[in-house]
């Protein structure tokens, strides 16, 4: 983070870098020597959990359209995850299955396992799923937003808002902008891949609206036949979170370095929206082992601990920056807001508003940090508020 080369203690190979001990205690913040990089930050699992995948098609990540197809009649179907009133429409064949296609959906209830057989569609073009979902993600943030918060505390929909808002501000930077937006995107497109997808409207492909029964997760709804979905997973990970994961780290990683103050505000926004994420992939997992019948708290509980990783180098970033100064407590006072990210009138406000929710939140919060409440939304974003910040062990 001192962007200037780590020395390792040859003494002590796992403690302070023989760098950071020459450093004053005026620039490092009681920060601990933190080997780093935002660039090294992992936000969405790279694919199926191992035994339970739906396909053998693509491991290399290479998007390829299917070759064999059983008929070349076409069916339009629209599908959703709930996150938006606006389904995607996508054009889909029967095709021929081979080793390794999963052709029926399965769960476990009351410690059975339960399936029911689909038919084997599959998507005809997937440079179009890319095109369709790209469109859909812009225009459906908001709306995902309103769907997955409006119900939990004000605070989360509140700074989603503020990140908006602060996108589309005309005195916000380009790169500041091209950040948040691309923030955004990456979460939305995230939970696209952490929710199950059905279909909707007038085509079902033949399934009766009764075929997940009720002791299934999704009774009462059309299920995506297995190959499809892990057609729009391939894309939607190896396409779209892939590129946007990297772009966005990368221009996080310059802005924080370059430690200006005019951007305080940006690296904040984004940082909240990142932890979050990593609430919401730890809930997600742990669903996952639930609804399967896996033993373990999580289904991939490796990929938990790089998550639970890469929330520490977040916090570790944005402590530093803060440079000893910490704008959500109320020893804070406006003239050090100003100094520290020079903010405008609505900004303080935003600040000192969520500066009250702390403050109201501050013992239940430290309780969920005490408890190891992974899954909890405010387990990583509470840690932003804390002073003295130290990282906390992963799972």
Request: aromatic residues 10%; contains cysteine.
């Given at each position: 983070?001192?962007?200037?080369?780590?020395?390792?203690?040859?003494?002590?190979?796992?403690?302070?870098?023989?760098?950071?001990?020459?450093?004053?205690?005026?620039?490092?913040?009681?920060?601990?020597?933190?080997?780093?990089?935002?660039?090294?930050?992992?936000?969405?699992?790279?694919?199926?959990?191992?035994?339970?995948?739906?396909?053998?098609?693509?491991?290399?990540?290479?998007?390829?359209?299917?070759?064999?197809?059983?008929?070349?009649?076409?069916?339009?179907?629209?599908?959703?995850?709930?996150?938006?009133?606006?389904?995607?429409?996508?054009?889909?064949?029967?095709?021929?299955?081979?080793?390794?296609?999963?052709?029926?959906?399965?769960?476990?209830?009351?410690?059975?396992?339960?399936?029911?057989?689909?038919?084997?569609?599959?998507?005809?073009?997937?440079?179009?799923?890319?095109?369709?979902?790209?469109?859909?993600?812009?225009?459906?943030?908001?709306?995902?937003?309103?769907?997955?918060?409006?119900?939990?505390?004000?605070?989360?929909?509140?700074?989603?808002?503020?990140?908006?808002?602060?996108?589309?501000?005309?005195?916000?930077?380009?790169?500041?902008?091209?950040?948040?937006?691309?923030?955004?995107?990456?979460?939305?497109?995230?939970?696209?891949?952490?929710?199950?997808?059905?279909?909707?409207?007038?085509?079902?492909?033949?399934?009766?609206?009764?075929?997940?029964?009720?002791?299934?997760?999704?009774?009462?709804?059309?299920?995506?036949?297995?190959?499809?979905?892990?057609?729009?997973?391939?894309?939607?990970?190896?396409?779209?979170?892939?590129?946007?994961r990297r772009e966005m780290l990368e221009n996080l990683q310059t802005m924080t370095q370059a430690n200006?103050?005019?951007?305080?505000?940006?690296?904040?926004?984004?940082?909240?929206?990142?932890?979050?994420?990593?609430?919401?992939?730890?809930?997600?997992?742990?669903?996952?082992?639930?609804?399967?019948?896996?033993?373990?708290?999580?289904?991939?509980?490796?990929?938990?601990?790089?998550?639970?990783?890469?929330?520490?180098?977040?916090?570790?970033?944005?402590?530093?920056?803060?440079?000893?100064?910490?704008?959500?407590?109320?020893?804070?006072?406006?003239q050090d807001l100003s100094t520290l990210a020079e903010l405008n009138k609505n900004k303080i406000k935003?600040?000192?508003?969520?500066?009250?929710?702390?403050?109201?939140?501050?013992?239940?919060?430290?309780?969920?940090?005490?408890?190891?409440?992974?899954?909890?939304?405010?387990?990583y974003i509470s840690q932003l508020y804390e002073q003295n910040w130290q990282p906390q062990t992963p799972?």
């Amino acid at each position: 983070m001192q962007r200037i080369r780590c020395q390792i203690n040859p003494e002590n190979k796992v403690g302070p870098c023989l760098t950071c001990q020459k450093v004053s205690n005026a620039k490092i913040w009681r920060l601990p020597c933190l080997r780093y990089k935002i660039t090294d930050v992992k936000l969405f699992k790279p694919g199926q959990v191992k035994g339970h995948e739906w396909t053998r098609r693509w491991r290399d990540g290479v998007p390829d359209d299917i070759a064999h197809w059983a008929s070349l009649e076409t069916r339009i179907v629209r599908v959703t995850e709930g996150y938006t009133n606006q389904p995607v429409e996508l054009q889909v064949r029967k095709f021929v299955p081979q080793e390794g296609d999963a052709l029926a959906r399965s769960w476990v209830h009351e410690g059975k396992k339960k399936s029911v057989n689909i038919p084997p569609y599959a998507i005809v073009n997937l440079e179009e799923v890319k095109t369709a979902y790209d469109e859909y993600i812009k225009r459906g943030i908001w709306e995902c937003c309103q769907v997955l918060l409006s119900h939990k505390e004000k605070i989360l929909l509140g700074t989603y808002l503020a990140a908006m808002k602060h996108a589309a501000d005309p005195s916000t930077s380009q790169k500041e902008k091209e950040l948040l937006k691309k923030a955004l995107q990456l979460w939305m497109a995230i939970r696209l891949t952490t929710k199950s997808t059905v279909i909707v409207g007038d085509e079902t492909l033949g399934m009766p609206r009764d075929i997940m029964d009720e002791t299934s997760p999704l009774r009462g709804q059309i299920p995506l036949p297995p190959v499809m979905g892990a057609q729009i997973e391939l894309v939607l990970i190896h396409q779209t979170q892939v590129g946007l994961r990297r772009e966005m780290l990368e221009n996080l990683q310059t802005m924080t370095q370059a430690n200006k103050q005019q951007t305080w505000f940006t690296t904040y926004l984004v940082t909240f929206i990142l932890l979050h994420n990593v609430s919401l992939l730890c809930q997600h997992d742990a669903g996952y082992a639930r609804k399967h019948g896996f033993k373990s708290r999580f289904a991939r509980e490796d990929m938990v601990r790089e998550y639970q990783l890469g929330a520490n180098i977040l916090l570790a970033y944005f402590h530093y920056c803060n440079k000893g100064i910490y704008p959500f407590s109320p020893e804070c006072r406006e003239q050090d807001l100003s100094t520290l990210a020079e903010l405008n009138k609505n900004k303080i406000k935003f600040v000192l508003l969520t500066r009250k929710a702390v403050e109201e939140h501050k013992k239940h919060w430290a309780k969920i940090r005490q408890s190891g409440d992974y899954e909890n939304d405010f387990y990583y974003i509470s840690q932003l508020y804390e002073q003295n910040w130290q990282p906390q062990t992963p799972v």
